[in-house]
């Protein structure tokens, strides 16, 4: 509940400045069913055709799933996402791609540490199975300076939180910048957490866009 306003105030504004932002995009259920039963038929085929691995451990593919026709559904949907959080951030560019596409297959018990996604602008994650006790990630705050002062707080909310835990659901698909550091909770369930994490890059990022953005006042040629 905001504070009473007093009688000497005429008006009172919260300015939201640089604020970290992560898109949430729910499919509609004829859209993700059919596509969620088809990647999960595909995963375990990966996972058979590797005798090699721990039996019930974590499963971790390969970075190239968004090339096998399985997928290609998905990539357009991730494509036509991050198309819109740019026109939304009005950034100039060329072109955009996936620079890697993986999954995710967490058993019980299973966590994944903190992390980033390193040289990317974009990344995200797309859930194929969640449960209750398996569905939420969380998102640190980026300031790192907050911390210097932490006080109590009678209650936590979003804009006191040094961290952000977003509910998750299948179908669901979420971006967010690379630089943004996440992590997922231990898996509570007694089912496999299963989902699809991808980066996005500017293609020709080096020839293009990571020139300097100024001036100078002496021409070189």
Not at 57 to 78: A, C, M, S, V
Not at 198 to 212: A, H, I, Q, V, Y
Request: charged share 20%.
């Amino acid at each position: 509940m905001a504070a009473k306003r007093p009688a000497t105030v005429e008006s009172t504004e919260i300015l939201p400045l640089f604020p970290t932002l992560v898109w949430k995009m729910q499919l509609a259920r004829d859209t993700y069913a059919p596509m969620n039963e088809a990647i999960r038929a595909k995963l375990l085929a990966l996972a058979r055709a590797t005798p090699d691995r721990a039996p019930g451990g974590k499963l971790q593919t390969d970075q190239t799933l968004h090339q096998l026709p399985e997928f290609h559904e998905l990539r357009d949907i991730i494509h036509a996402a991050a198309t819109g959080v740019l026109e939304y951030l009005r950034v100039v560019y060329e072109s955009l791609e996936l620079t890697g596409c993986w999954a995710n297959i967490s058993p019980p018990g299973d966590a994944h540490r903190p992390h980033t996604h390193p040289n990317n602008y974009l990344s995200g994650v797309y859930y194929v199975q969640t449960q209750a006790g398996a569905d939420t990630i969380s998102f640190d705050d980026p300031r790192p300076q907050t911390n210097i002062i932490s006080p109590l707080t009678s209650e936590s909310i979003d804009e006191n939180a040094g961290q952000i835990h977003v509910s998750t659901r299948e179908g669901l698909l979420l971006l967010f910048p690379s630089w943004l550091q996440h992590q997922v909770p231990q898996n509570r369930s007694e089912r496999a957490r299963i989902s699809i994490a991808f980066n996005l890059m500017f293609s020709r990022f080096g020839e293009t866009m990571s020139r300097p953005k100024w001036q100078g006042n002496v021409r070189s040629a």
